[in-house]
């Protein structure tokens, strides 16, 4: 059984359908990549996924768990963070306290966590008392990764971490996404920058007006022709 | 007299009814941090708050509760008490009407909530009128002399001391619950960005009851407050600050509750000291003059981002 289970979705805003029944799996402590072109739905997809749409049609699993349709306070409890793609920080609070708010909901002492997440991202160590408005993209995306880790989710939505980043700064956020991957946090990530994001997933998808074009692992995508043709710029 | 020596005098006065709008603003303030409206029921929430503040203190009167008053203060223990439970007291009212009709509204977006309110504002008003009349109510009676301080050229009370010192420290501790309790912070991040902070796991029906509360207990001080001031309530007693209070939240930074603090004191004093140079009637117009200037050189406001 998947870990996250989609199936025949159709979701939209309002009255505008964006998805025509689109399906995908994610298995545990795999990457699992969604490219396509603007438009394809691929942000919709995520905002169905995690109860800020409620789909029209089609059911969403999560553990074994159906959560079609749960609000986005609810489905975060089951163990899946979100880092949505614009407005992932708290800007008037800072570094340290976007992260406390990630923890909003664990009972437990997370001090241990937020360790942790220091270590992953050492700058924003150095930071933590900044205010997360004042700060740069990059910066801004490391909070937003952070405090979508305070839960120790099983699955952590991205959608397209390294948008409007500098190269190297992308290079580094792929680079972190790996080293959590590694700690066993299962990711589906939407991304702009689909050779990147495909190189680095177990399995791959091609989103295009609404509807699943192809599904194979991230390598096989890379290497298809037609995919490369019209999806990956030649 | 001459204008210049009765400055001081005014600036006084002016902290002294700065402090009673800063209270009265950040309720406002708040809530159009977070719910994204402008609430008109808020002036009525003062005048709820002083009016539950008379009926307990009568309450805790008949129950042979004393009041001698706390030298040289003119009001004393049953008072005191009075006020510190009507502040809960009119949370609790602000938690039914978010309950009963806010918490319906909110899907209809930020316009029907203002119309709302001014319903609200209407109906509160009327209640008041309802069951205490249109008349005044005194808090204290007699009159408390004022203290000379030559030295800085002024007069003033130890009731209005009072009421400075009030306001300060509620200010702190306000500040201190936003800045280190978990719920200030959520509070915050929900004004920040709601969506965000549902996604993020906060529940945001609590904080925004939590805001209605915090609110309304400070709307409860400022009208009590004011009766401290004036020695008497009326049922208009809010109301008839409510331009001011918008003024200085809007002056401040619309949503930024130490705007609310700097803007209120901004407009008390000067509607204290317009009255040197032009008839006292022309409060609420200085009041008006500030905020529509502000809006033309920085709409955000003095503390707001610049958006």
Known sequence: ?234 | MDILARIPQLLVYGIISGSILSLGGIGVSLTYSILGFANFAHGDIMALGAYITLGLFTLLGGWGLPNTPFAPLSFGLSFILAAILSMGLTGGCMILLDRVLFKHLRRAGSIILMMASIGIALGLRNILQFFWGPQPHYYIEGIQIATRIPALGIRIKPDQVFIICTAILLVVLLHVFLQHTKIGKAMRATADNMDLSRVTGINTDRVILWTGVIGAALATAAGVLAGIENKFITPELGWQMLLSIFASVVLGGLGNIYGAIVGGMVIGISEEISTAFVSTGYKPAIAFIIMVVMLLIKPAGLLGKGK
Do not use: W
């Open chain 1, 1 to 234: 059984m998947p870990l996250l289970g989609v199936e025949q979705v159709t979701s939209g805003y309002g009255e505008m359908e964006v998805l025509h029944g689109v399906s995908i799996e994610v298995n545990s402590g795999e990457i699992v990549s969604i490219i396509g072109p603007n438009g394809a739905g691929k942000s919709t997809l995520m905002k169905t996924i995690f109860g800020l749409l409620c789909p029209d049609a089609g059911t969403i699993s999560f553990r074994g768990n159906d959560i079609t349709g749960l609000n986005p306070d609810r489905v975060v409890r089951q163990g899946m963070a979100y880092v949505p793609q614009v407005e992932n920080v708290f800007p008037s609070l800072t570094a340290h306290e976007n992260l406390e708010m990630g923890a909003f909901i664990r009972q437990d002492d997370f001090r241990e966590r937020i360790g942790e997440i220091y270590e992953l991202f050492p700058l924003l160590k150095k930071r933590k008392k900044q205010r997360v408005g004042k700060m740069s993209g990059g910066e801004r995306q490391m909070v937003a990764m952070g405090r979508a880790l305070m839960l120790d989710p099983q699955l952590l939505l991205l959608d397209e971490p390294s948008a409007a980043l500098a190269p190297n700064l992308a290079e580094m956020i792929f680079d972190r996404i790996i080293t959590i991957n590694k700690t066993g946090v299962a990711i589906l990530i939407v991304e702009q920058n689909a050779k990147q994001s495909l190189r680095l997933a177990d399995q791959g998808y091609v989103l295009a007006g609404g509807r699943r074009r192809f599904a194979d692992t991230g390598k096989n995508l890379l290497a298809n022709e037609e995919v490369g043709r019209l999806y990956l710029g030649g």
